[in-house]
């Protein structure tokens, strides 16, 4: 019935590249013309090029404008910086994991400070990570290594842990789906 592409029926012969879905809604009678067939083809790759034209802009959640939170650090009324904040992705939160996770010979310890830390770091646009977390002389007067290390020099628990929270928010990890794990249990199944 189905040999080479080629679809027979009683007064009908189509020749086509492709398949037809079973469940598109063109069916084939026998008073069918080819132009319509060939309509219904062009329409269903339409519809494919949409879903992949919108793959592709979920794809792109990090340099999406609307997600890009911006964040003043403000006390007292005293004005310090602004840093954006943006979503991150499943592969990030496990990067900012490991590199939170100290593993000794048969033991591992998972330190939430520096994970928070690598979350904001991570979540932070690039321009921002460079110009706050990476200020060299910020860097140098403290003796830090990272750029991470920054956001613990720069932020009062409180406010890492807002902006931790907002990481988490704009990624879709909220209460209400998608909840992580007790952080220090997956750092020890790892």
């Not at 979920?58 to 602004?82: H, M, P, Q, S, W």
């Not at 704009?170 to 909840?179: E, F, H, L, P, W």
Request: aromatic share 8%; glycine share 4%.
């Amino acid at each position: 019935m189905y040999e080479n592409n080629e679809f027979e029926n009683e007064n009908v012969k189509i020749e086509t590249d492709e398949i037809v879905d079973k469940t598109s809604s063109c069916i084939l009678e026998g008073s069918q013309d080819l132009a319509s067939v060939k309509m219904a083809e062009t329409v269903n790759k339409q519809e494919k090029y949409d879903l992949v034209s919108s793959l592709l802009a979920a794809a792109e959640f990090k340099n999406n404008e609307d997600l890009v939170k911006e964040v003043i650090i403000k006390r007292n009324g005293v004005y310090y910086f602004t840093v954006h904040i943006h979503p991150i992705s499943d592969q990030e939160i496990s990067f900012a994991r490991k590199k939170a996770t100290i593993r000794k010979k048969k033991e591992s310890e998972f330190d939430a400070s520096v994970f928070n830390s690598w979350l904001v770091y991570l979540a932070t646009v690039d321009e921002d990570r460079e110009l706050i977390w990476g200020n060299k002389e910020l860097k140098s007067k403290h003796g830090l290594a990272a750029n991470y290390e920054s956001i613990d020099i720069l932020l009062t628990a409180g406010e890492k842990a807002d902006l931790t929270m907002l990481v988490y928010e704009i990624s879709g990890m909220n209460d209400d789906q998608n909840t992580l794990e007790d952080p220090e249990e997956e750092a020890k199944n790892l």
